[in-house]
C-alpha cells in the first residue's frame, strides 16, 4: 500500500535539542482516541492533566480502564475497589466522567475481561472479596488438567502470557461477567461505550503444559460471550457503544488466542474494533497492512491502534496516520503518558502541532 506524504522532511535534531516543529499538517479528520490505563487515575492531579491534553490534542474519545485485575476503579457492589483505593477520597471513574463531560469528552468504560488476577493478587488487601478467593475454580486448567493457579507469574511470563486467566467456556464465570458489565453501565449511564480487553484465551503453545485452549475449538466460546454481551448492550444499553482492542493479525488472533474478531464485525457483534499497530518501523507497518488483508467494509469498523509508548519515528506516525485518513475510521493512541510526561519530547511535539491544527 502506497502513502501520500502529507508533510515535509524533518530536519535532525539540533545539537542543543530544540524541538522543530513541522511546517506542513496532516490532513486527518477521523476520529480520535486515547488509552487511558488505571494507575494514572488515582489521583486527581493526573486525571486533571490528562483531560487537559486531551483537549488541546483534539482528541475526542477516552478509552479509560476500570477494570484491571478483576477489581474496581469504580463504584461497585460485584467488585471489590482496586487496592490503594480506600485510601482515595474520591472513585476515579466518578471524577473523571464528571470533569470530561464538562469539556464534552465521551468516555468509555475499558475492562480486562478474561485476565482475572496476577501473582501479586493473592496478597492484595482485596484477595478475601476477590474472584481469585472466591472462584478460583472459574479460572483455566492446562490440558493434562493442572490449574493456570499453581503456576508462579514469571514462568507464564516466559511463556508470553499475562497471568491467571479466567475460563471462557464456563458459563456461570459468563454470567457473572454480563452482570458486573450490566452494574457497570447502570451506574454510569454518562458513558458513551465500553471497551473489552483480554477478551481471548492467553497465548497457548500447542502439544505443551501451557496449551491452557483445550476442547474444539475454543474460539467459540470467546464468541459466545461477546455475543451475550451485545444481546445485553442492544437491550439495555442502546446508545451505548460496544469495542474491544484485538490483535491486529486476525489470522494469528483465531489460531492463538481464539479471538475471532472478524467473525465478530461481520456479525455485528461490536460496532468497531481496535487492532493494536504498535510498530516502530514503516516498511514493517506497510508489510503488515498487505498481510493482514483488511476486507473494505472492516477497515469502516477499524481504529488503528498506535503504540506511541515506543516512541515510533515521526515517519511511521505520520504513515500510520496517512494510512488511517485513506482507509480506517479511525486512530488511537496508546498511552496517555505519552501526552502528559513533563519532558516534552520530539514526537510529542510534531504529533501534538498536527492534533491542534485539527480545530
Known sequence: MSFLSCVTQQKKIPKEKEITLPKKTLKFNKEKYLWIVRTH???KTSIDAILKSADENNIEDLIVQVRG???AYYRSSIVPLA????ALD???LDYLLKEALKKNLKVHAWVNVFLGAKEKTFH???YSQHILNKKSQWFLKNCQGKAILNYAQKSLEQQSIDGYYLDPSKKELRRYLLSVFEELLLGYPQLAGLHLDFVRYPYSKKDSEFNFACGEDPSKHVSSFVKELRTLQRTSFPKIQLSAAVWAHA???????Y???RSWLADGDLDFVMPMFYVIDKSVYEKRLQEFAFLPEEMKKIIVGVGLYRKPPWRVLSAQLNSVQKDFKGVAFFSSSFFTDEKQSELE???GAHLKALN
Open 259 to 261: 479471538q475471532d474478531w
Open 41 to 43: 487515575l488515582k489521583t
Open 349 to 351: 511535539a510534531q504529533l
Open 124 to 126: 492484595s488487601k482485596n
Open 69 to 71: 485485575l478483576g477489581d
Open 83 to 86: 487496592d490503594g483505593l480506600k
Open 90 to 92: 474520591f472513585i476515579p
Open 251 to 257: 489470522r494469528k488472533a483465531r489460531e492463538n488466542v
